[in-house]
Protein backbone atom coordinates (compact mmCIF):
# COMPACT_ATOMS: atom_id res chain seq x y z
CA UNK A 1 0.00 0.00 0.00
CA UNK A 2 1.62 3.04 -0.86
CA UNK A 3 2.15 6.08 1.44
CA UNK A 4 -0.76 8.15 -1.00
CA UNK A 5 -3.07 5.27 -0.49
CA UNK A 6 -2.36 4.78 3.20
CA UNK A 7 -3.40 8.97 3.10
CA UNK A 8 -6.12 8.40 1.09
CA UNK A 9 -7.85 5.69 3.29
CA UNK A 10 -7.12 7.34 6.69
CA UNK A 11 -9.47 10.37 5.32
CA UNK A 12 -11.71 8.33 4.57
CA UNK A 13 -12.23 6.81 7.73
CA UNK A 14 -11.84 10.01 9.63
CA UNK A 15 -14.15 12.03 7.08
CA UNK A 16 -16.98 9.07 7.95
CA UNK A 17 -16.54 9.73 11.49
CA UNK A 18 -16.52 13.41 10.95
CA UNK A 19 -19.38 13.29 8.60
CA UNK A 20 -21.23 11.63 11.02
CA UNK A 21 -20.77 13.78 14.67
CA UNK A 22 -21.41 16.51 11.90
CA UNK A 23 -25.08 15.62 11.86
CA UNK A 24 -25.98 14.05 14.93
CA UNK A 25 -24.02 16.70 17.01
CA UNK A 26 -26.35 19.56 17.03
CA UNK A 27 -29.54 16.77 17.24
CA UNK A 28 -28.28 14.86 19.86
CA UNK A 29 -27.27 18.29 22.73
CA UNK A 30 -30.78 19.35 21.17
CA UNK A 31 -32.04 15.98 22.90
CA UNK A 32 -30.14 16.70 25.80
CA UNK A 33 -31.73 20.24 26.39
CA UNK A 34 -28.83 22.37 25.47
CA UNK A 35 -30.11 25.24 24.15
CA UNK A 36 -29.14 27.32 21.07
CA UNK A 37 -26.53 29.49 22.97
CA UNK A 38 -24.99 26.31 24.67
CA UNK A 39 -25.15 24.01 21.58
CA UNK A 40 -22.95 27.22 19.95
CA UNK A 41 -20.59 27.05 22.99
CA UNK A 42 -19.78 23.14 22.51
CA UNK A 43 -19.22 23.79 18.40
CA UNK A 44 -17.15 26.18 18.75
CA UNK A 45 -14.97 24.05 22.09
CA UNK A 46 -14.38 21.24 19.70
CA UNK A 47 -13.34 23.75 16.84
CA UNK A 48 -10.88 25.69 19.17
CA UNK A 49 -9.70 22.12 19.72
CA UNK A 50 -9.07 21.58 16.63
CA UNK A 51 -7.36 25.08 16.57
CA UNK A 52 -5.18 24.36 18.60
CA UNK A 53 -3.99 20.81 17.46
CA UNK A 54 -3.10 22.71 14.24
CA UNK A 55 -0.80 25.12 16.02
CA UNK A 56 0.83 22.20 17.56
CA UNK A 57 0.95 20.51 14.30
CA UNK A 58 2.53 23.50 12.25
CA UNK A 59 5.19 24.32 15.32
CA UNK A 60 5.98 20.44 15.60
CA UNK A 61 4.98 18.11 13.56
CA UNK A 62 7.88 17.82 11.67
CA UNK A 63 10.40 17.62 14.70
CA UNK A 64 8.22 15.02 16.30
CA UNK A 65 7.73 13.05 12.67
CA UNK A 66 4.89 13.34 10.78
CA UNK A 67 3.98 9.62 11.07
CA UNK A 68 4.05 9.48 14.61
CA UNK A 69 2.22 13.01 14.67
CA UNK A 70 -1.07 11.47 12.88
CA UNK A 71 -0.69 8.24 15.23
CA UNK A 72 -0.83 10.57 18.71
CA UNK A 73 -3.79 12.62 17.34
CA UNK A 74 -5.75 9.57 16.14
CA UNK A 75 -5.94 7.89 19.78
CA UNK A 76 -6.58 11.35 21.31
CA UNK A 77 -9.85 11.79 19.40
CA UNK A 78 -10.66 8.38 19.69
CA UNK A 79 -9.94 8.36 23.30
CA UNK A 80 -12.10 11.89 23.85
CA UNK A 81 -14.81 10.56 21.63
CA UNK A 82 -15.96 7.63 24.72
CA UNK A 83 -15.39 10.49 27.22
CA UNK A 84 -17.97 12.99 24.90
CA UNK A 85 -20.65 10.54 24.72
CA UNK A 86 -20.65 9.80 28.06
CA UNK A 87 -20.55 13.52 28.98
CA UNK A 88 -23.96 14.81 29.71
CA UNK A 89 -23.09 18.51 31.47
CA UNK A 90 -22.36 21.50 28.98
CA UNK A 91 -19.09 22.33 30.63
CA UNK A 92 -18.29 18.45 30.47
CA UNK A 93 -19.19 18.21 27.20
CA UNK A 94 -17.06 21.29 25.89
CA UNK A 95 -14.02 19.69 27.56
CA UNK A 96 -14.56 16.62 25.54
CA UNK A 97 -14.90 17.96 22.68
CA UNK A 98 -12.35 20.60 22.97
CA UNK A 99 -9.68 18.06 23.51
CA UNK A 100 -11.20 15.53 21.19
CA UNK A 101 -10.86 18.19 18.84
CA UNK A 102 -15.11 17.17 17.36
CA UNK A 103 -15.62 18.41 14.45
CA UNK A 104 -19.42 20.49 13.88
CA UNK A 105 -18.24 21.97 10.76
CA UNK A 106 -19.03 18.00 9.54
CA UNK A 107 -16.03 17.98 7.37
CA UNK A 108 -12.69 16.43 8.08
CA UNK A 109 -10.21 20.00 7.90
CA UNK A 110 -8.56 18.89 11.47
CA UNK A 111 -5.09 18.54 11.89
CA UNK A 112 -4.12 15.79 10.51
CA UNK A 113 -5.12 17.37 7.31
CA UNK A 114 -2.01 19.71 7.49
CA UNK A 115 0.22 16.63 7.65
CA UNK A 116 -1.65 15.15 5.08
CA UNK A 117 -1.51 18.31 2.88
CA UNK A 118 2.77 18.65 3.32
CA UNK A 119 2.63 14.44 1.88
CA UNK A 120 0.97 14.86 -0.60
CA UNK A 121 2.86 16.79 -3.17
CA UNK A 122 5.82 15.00 -3.16
CA UNK A 123 3.83 11.57 -3.87
CA UNK A 124 2.55 12.86 -7.57
CA UNK A 125 4.79 14.70 -10.61
CA UNK A 126 3.71 18.46 -10.24
CA UNK A 127 1.66 18.17 -13.18
CA UNK A 128 -0.80 15.62 -11.39
CA UNK A 129 -0.66 17.61 -7.70
CA UNK A 130 -3.86 19.18 -7.87
CA UNK A 131 -5.59 15.57 -9.26
CA UNK A 132 -3.95 13.71 -6.73
CA UNK A 133 -5.65 16.77 -3.92
CA UNK A 134 -8.59 16.01 -5.94
CA UNK A 135 -8.77 12.53 -5.25
CA UNK A 136 -8.46 13.13 -1.55
CA UNK A 137 -11.27 15.63 -1.51
CA UNK A 138 -12.98 12.58 -3.14
CA UNK A 139 -12.00 10.21 -0.66
CA UNK A 140 -13.24 12.70 2.11
CA UNK A 141 -16.33 13.57 0.42
CA UNK A 142 -17.49 9.75 0.13
CA UNK A 143 -16.92 9.43 3.65
CA UNK A 144 -19.05 12.45 4.55
CA UNK A 145 -21.72 11.02 2.43
CA UNK A 146 -21.65 7.81 4.43
CA UNK A 147 -21.23 9.50 7.63
CA UNK A 148 -24.09 11.45 6.71
CA UNK A 149 -25.92 7.73 6.00
CA UNK A 150 -24.11 6.41 9.44
CA UNK A 151 -26.00 9.27 10.83
CA UNK A 152 -29.08 7.21 11.20
CA UNK A 153 -27.30 5.14 13.03
CA UNK A 154 -29.45 6.06 16.20
CA UNK A 155 -32.58 5.16 14.80
CA UNK A 156 -31.71 1.94 13.25
CA UNK A 157 -30.58 0.85 17.00
CA UNK A 158 -33.61 1.63 18.30
CA UNK A 159 -35.91 0.28 15.39
CA UNK A 160 -33.43 -2.97 16.32
CA UNK A 161 -34.42 -2.97 19.76
CA UNK A 162 -37.61 -3.13 19.74
CA UNK A 163 -37.74 -5.68 16.52
CA UNK A 164 -35.86 -8.11 18.77
CA UNK A 165 -38.39 -7.42 21.36
CA UNK A 166 -35.10 -6.12 23.49
CA UNK A 167 -35.54 -3.70 26.17
CA UNK A 168 -36.11 -0.50 24.59
CA UNK A 169 -33.16 2.07 23.64
CA UNK A 170 -34.04 5.20 24.52
CA UNK A 171 -33.13 8.02 22.34
CA UNK A 172 -29.80 9.22 24.11
CA UNK A 173 -28.51 5.07 24.74
CA UNK A 174 -28.58 5.29 21.03
CA UNK A 175 -26.95 9.03 20.01
CA UNK A 176 -24.15 7.39 23.00
CA UNK A 177 -23.98 4.36 21.29
CA UNK A 178 -23.43 5.85 18.06
CA UNK A 179 -20.82 8.47 18.73
CA UNK A 180 -18.84 5.14 20.44
CA UNK A 181 -19.04 3.85 16.70
CA UNK A 182 -17.77 7.49 16.01
CA UNK A 183 -14.49 6.79 17.86
CA UNK A 184 -13.86 3.65 16.77
CA UNK A 185 -13.72 4.65 13.33
CA UNK A 186 -10.88 7.73 14.90
CA UNK A 187 -8.77 4.65 15.68
CA UNK A 188 -9.08 2.84 13.02
CA UNK A 189 -6.44 5.09 11.32
CA UNK A 190 -3.79 4.96 14.05
CA UNK A 191 -3.09 1.29 12.26
CA UNK A 192 -2.98 2.56 8.80
CA UNK A 193 -0.65 5.42 9.93
CA UNK A 194 2.06 2.82 11.63
CA UNK A 195 2.57 1.60 7.65
CA UNK A 196 4.03 4.74 6.12
CA UNK A 197 7.21 4.73 5.42
CA UNK A 198 9.96 6.63 6.38
CA UNK A 199 9.68 8.65 2.79
CA UNK A 200 7.20 11.16 4.11
CA UNK A 201 9.58 12.84 6.98
CA UNK A 202 11.67 15.70 6.58
CA UNK A 203 15.11 14.51 6.39
CA UNK A 204 16.59 14.91 9.68
CA UNK A 205 18.33 18.13 9.05
CA UNK A 206 15.56 19.72 7.80
CA UNK A 207 13.72 18.82 10.73
CA UNK A 208 15.83 20.12 13.14
CA UNK A 209 17.07 23.28 11.20
CA UNK A 210 14.03 24.13 9.08
CA UNK A 211 14.77 27.14 6.76
CA UNK A 212 12.71 30.00 8.00
CA UNK A 213 9.68 31.16 4.87
CA UNK A 214 10.99 33.05 2.13
CA UNK A 215 10.29 36.39 1.83
CA UNK A 216 7.84 36.18 -1.33
CA UNK A 217 6.45 32.88 0.69
CA UNK A 218 5.87 34.94 4.12
CA UNK A 219 3.61 37.80 1.90
CA UNK A 220 1.89 35.55 -0.05
CA UNK A 221 1.12 33.28 3.07
CA UNK A 222 -0.06 36.55 4.81
CA UNK A 223 -2.44 37.67 1.95
CA UNK A 224 -4.12 34.70 1.93
CA UNK A 225 -4.26 33.60 5.40
CA UNK A 226 -5.92 36.67 5.84
CA UNK A 227 -8.12 36.03 3.77
CA UNK A 228 -9.00 32.54 4.83
CA UNK A 229 -9.83 33.60 7.88
CA UNK A 230 -12.71 35.51 6.69
CA UNK A 231 -13.52 32.86 4.42
CA UNK A 232 -13.87 30.45 7.93
CA UNK A 233 -15.64 33.08 9.97
CA UNK A 234 -18.59 32.50 7.60
CA UNK A 235 -18.11 28.87 7.47
CA UNK A 236 -18.23 28.39 11.00
CA UNK A 237 -21.93 30.19 10.26
CA UNK A 238 -22.84 27.17 8.55
CA UNK A 239 -21.17 24.38 10.78
CA UNK A 240 -23.28 20.92 9.65
CA UNK A 241 -24.24 20.88 13.31
CA UNK A 242 -26.03 23.85 13.05
CA UNK A 243 -27.85 23.31 9.34
CA UNK A 244 -29.07 19.71 10.88
CA UNK A 245 -29.88 21.98 14.29
CA UNK A 246 -31.78 24.52 11.49
CA UNK A 247 -33.45 21.86 9.72
CA UNK A 248 -34.86 19.97 12.73
CA UNK A 249 -36.59 23.26 14.60
CA UNK A 250 -37.48 24.90 11.35
CA UNK A 251 -39.36 21.66 9.53
CA UNK A 252 -39.13 19.33 12.30
CA UNK A 253 -36.81 16.84 10.66
CA UNK A 254 -34.72 14.28 12.54
CA UNK A 255 -31.50 12.35 12.05
CA UNK A 256 -33.45 9.98 9.63
CA UNK A 257 -34.36 12.74 7.16
CA UNK A 258 -31.13 15.04 8.00
CA UNK A 259 -28.63 12.08 7.65
CA UNK A 260 -29.35 11.20 4.45
CA UNK A 261 -29.92 14.66 2.65
CA UNK A 262 -26.30 15.14 4.26
CA UNK A 263 -25.39 12.20 2.23
CA UNK A 264 -26.55 13.28 -0.61
CA UNK A 265 -24.65 16.89 -0.35
CA UNK A 266 -21.50 15.07 0.12
CA UNK A 267 -21.67 13.16 -2.89
CA UNK A 268 -22.63 16.15 -4.37
CA UNK A 269 -18.79 17.43 -3.28
CA UNK A 270 -17.28 14.38 -4.37
CA UNK A 271 -18.05 15.05 -8.18
CA UNK A 272 -17.80 18.52 -7.46
CA UNK A 273 -14.04 18.07 -6.71
CA UNK A 274 -13.29 16.17 -9.80
CA UNK A 275 -15.08 18.53 -11.52
CA UNK A 276 -12.65 21.29 -10.39
CA UNK A 277 -9.45 19.47 -11.13
CA UNK A 278 -11.20 19.97 -14.93
CA UNK A 279 -12.25 23.41 -14.84
CA UNK A 280 -8.95 24.47 -12.71
CA UNK A 281 -6.90 22.75 -15.61
CA UNK A 282 -9.05 25.00 -18.68
CA UNK A 283 -9.47 28.05 -16.45
CA UNK A 284 -6.70 27.83 -13.52
CA UNK A 285 -7.02 27.82 -9.94
CA UNK A 286 -7.95 31.12 -8.84
CA UNK A 287 -10.91 31.44 -11.69
CA UNK A 288 -12.08 28.43 -10.87
CA UNK A 289 -12.09 28.90 -6.60
CA UNK A 290 -13.88 32.14 -7.20
CA UNK A 291 -16.56 31.42 -9.71
CA UNK A 292 -17.90 28.37 -8.19
CA UNK A 293 -18.10 29.39 -4.75
CA UNK A 294 -20.26 32.84 -5.70
CA UNK A 295 -23.02 31.01 -6.88
CA UNK A 296 -22.84 28.22 -4.01
CA UNK A 297 -23.70 31.75 -1.18
CA UNK A 298 -26.38 33.28 -3.36
CA UNK A 299 -28.14 29.09 -2.91
CA UNK A 300 -27.43 29.15 0.92
CA UNK A 301 -29.32 32.08 0.95
CA UNK A 302 -32.41 30.53 -0.74
CA UNK A 303 -32.56 27.72 1.29
CA UNK A 304 -32.76 29.89 4.90
CA UNK A 305 -35.58 31.11 3.08
CA UNK A 306 -37.05 27.64 1.23
CA UNK A 307 -41.22 26.96 1.74
CA UNK A 308 -40.43 23.55 2.91
CA UNK A 309 -38.45 20.70 3.69
CA UNK A 310 -37.88 19.26 -0.03
CA UNK A 311 -37.07 23.14 -1.65
CA UNK A 312 -34.71 23.73 1.36
CA UNK A 313 -33.17 20.02 0.54
CA UNK A 314 -32.77 20.66 -3.54
CA UNK A 315 -31.71 24.21 -2.90
CA UNK A 316 -28.96 22.52 -0.37
CA UNK A 317 -27.56 19.80 -2.80
CA UNK A 318 -27.23 22.19 -5.34
CA UNK A 319 -25.41 24.34 -3.13
CA UNK A 320 -22.96 21.30 -2.10
CA UNK A 321 -22.33 20.54 -6.17
CA UNK A 322 -20.68 24.15 -6.18
CA UNK A 323 -19.03 24.94 -2.51
CA UNK A 324 -16.40 22.69 -1.76
CA UNK A 325 -14.84 23.24 -5.70
CA UNK A 326 -12.34 25.92 -4.13
CA UNK A 327 -10.89 22.74 -1.91
CA UNK A 328 -8.77 20.87 -3.81
CA UNK A 329 -7.92 24.17 -5.70
CA UNK A 330 -7.13 26.15 -2.71
CA UNK A 331 -4.86 23.15 -1.33
CA UNK A 332 -2.96 22.63 -4.57
CA UNK A 333 -2.60 26.50 -5.05
CA UNK A 334 -1.23 27.21 -1.98
CA UNK A 335 1.41 23.90 -1.68
CA UNK A 336 2.61 25.16 -5.46
CA UNK A 337 3.15 29.01 -4.39
CA UNK A 338 5.67 27.92 -1.57
CA UNK A 339 8.72 25.78 -1.63
CA UNK A 340 8.73 22.04 -0.71
CA UNK A 341 10.26 22.36 2.88
CA UNK A 342 7.17 25.49 3.76
CA UNK A 343 5.04 23.05 2.92
CA UNK A 344 3.88 21.91 6.44
CA UNK A 345 4.44 25.49 7.72
CA UNK A 346 2.28 26.50 4.91
CA UNK A 347 -0.22 23.80 5.01
CA UNK A 348 -0.04 24.47 8.93
CA UNK A 349 -1.03 28.08 8.98
CA UNK A 350 -3.72 28.46 6.27
CA UNK A 351 -5.61 25.57 8.12
CA UNK A 352 -4.83 27.25 11.52
CA UNK A 353 -6.50 30.17 10.48
CA UNK A 354 -9.55 28.83 8.84
CA UNK A 355 -10.42 26.09 11.76
CA UNK A 356 -9.38 29.03 14.55
CA UNK A 357 -11.78 31.47 12.83
CA UNK A 358 -14.81 28.11 12.42
CA UNK A 359 -14.22 28.21 16.37
CA UNK A 360 -15.28 31.82 16.44
CA UNK A 361 -18.65 31.82 14.96
CA UNK A 362 -20.42 28.97 15.94
CA UNK A 363 -21.03 30.78 19.43
CA UNK A 364 -22.53 34.22 18.02
CA UNK A 365 -24.15 31.63 15.09
CA UNK A 366 -26.20 30.24 18.60
CA UNK A 367 -26.64 32.94 19.89
CA UNK A 368 -28.18 34.79 16.77
CA UNK A 369 -30.50 31.73 16.27
CA UNK A 370 -31.72 32.27 19.74
CA UNK A 371 -31.66 35.87 20.07
CA UNK A 372 -33.03 36.98 16.47
CA UNK A 373 -34.00 34.29 13.99
CA UNK A 374 -32.84 30.75 12.90
CA UNK A 375 -31.92 32.12 9.73
CA UNK A 376 -29.33 34.49 10.52
CA UNK A 377 -26.13 32.61 10.36
CA UNK A 378 -27.13 31.44 7.08
CA UNK A 379 -27.47 34.76 5.47
CA UNK A 380 -24.67 36.25 7.42
CA UNK A 381 -22.50 33.25 6.61
CA UNK A 382 -23.18 33.70 3.11
CA UNK A 383 -22.82 37.25 2.62
CA UNK A 384 -19.20 37.19 4.13
CA UNK A 385 -18.71 34.50 1.93
CA UNK A 386 -19.44 36.40 -1.45
CA UNK A 387 -17.22 39.54 0.03
CA UNK A 388 -14.14 36.75 0.52
CA UNK A 389 -14.41 35.81 -3.12
CA UNK A 390 -14.56 39.47 -4.35
CA UNK A 391 -11.23 40.41 -2.40
CA UNK A 392 -9.44 36.59 -3.32
CA UNK A 393 -10.00 37.36 -6.80
CA UNK A 394 -8.69 40.74 -6.65
CA UNK A 395 -5.63 40.11 -4.75
CA UNK A 396 -4.76 36.79 -6.70
CA UNK A 397 -5.94 36.69 -10.37
CA UNK A 398 -1.88 37.91 -10.66
CA UNK A 399 -0.49 34.91 -9.09
CA UNK A 400 -0.01 31.99 -10.93
CA UNK A 401 1.22 28.75 -9.52
CA UNK A 402 4.08 27.20 -11.69
CA UNK A 403 1.84 25.53 -14.10
CA UNK A 404 0.02 27.74 -14.89
CA UNK A 405 2.53 30.07 -16.19
CA UNK A 406 4.48 27.21 -17.99
CA UNK A 407 3.81 27.72 -21.64
CA UNK A 408 2.58 24.07 -22.46
CA UNK A 409 0.14 24.48 -19.92
CA UNK A 410 -2.63 24.15 -22.23
CA UNK A 411 -1.41 20.93 -23.38
CA UNK A 412 -1.03 19.08 -20.27
CA UNK A 413 -3.71 16.18 -19.48
CA UNK A 414 -3.94 17.20 -15.79
CA UNK A 415 -2.89 19.88 -13.51
Known amino acids: MT ?28 KLRFDPAQLGYVIG ?5 GAVAALFVTLAGDRLGRRRTLVLLSLLAAAM ?9 PVAAAAAAFLGMINGMGRDRGACLIIDQAILPATVPPARRTQAFAWYNVMQDAGHALGGLLAGLPAALRGLGADWGARPIGEVASFRLALGVYALLLLAPAALYLR ?4 VELERGARQARAPLSPASRRVLWRIASLFALDSLAGGFLTTALLSFFFYERFGMGEGYVGPLFFAARLANALSHLGAAWLA ?18 LMITVAYAPSFPVAAL ?13 PTRQSYVMAVVRPEERTVA ?38 KI ?14 PPEEAAPERGADPAV
Open 196 to 199: LSPA
Open 3 to 30: DRNILYAGAFLRALATGMVGVLLGIYLA
Open 347 to 384: SGVTNLVRVGAWAVAPSFAGLFMQGLSLVTPLVAGSAM
Open 81 to 89: GVLFALASQ
Open 281 to 298: RRFGLVNTMVFTHIPSSL
Open 45 to 49: AGLAG
Open 387 to 400: VYDALLYAAFRGTR
Open 315 to 327: LFVLREGLVEMDV
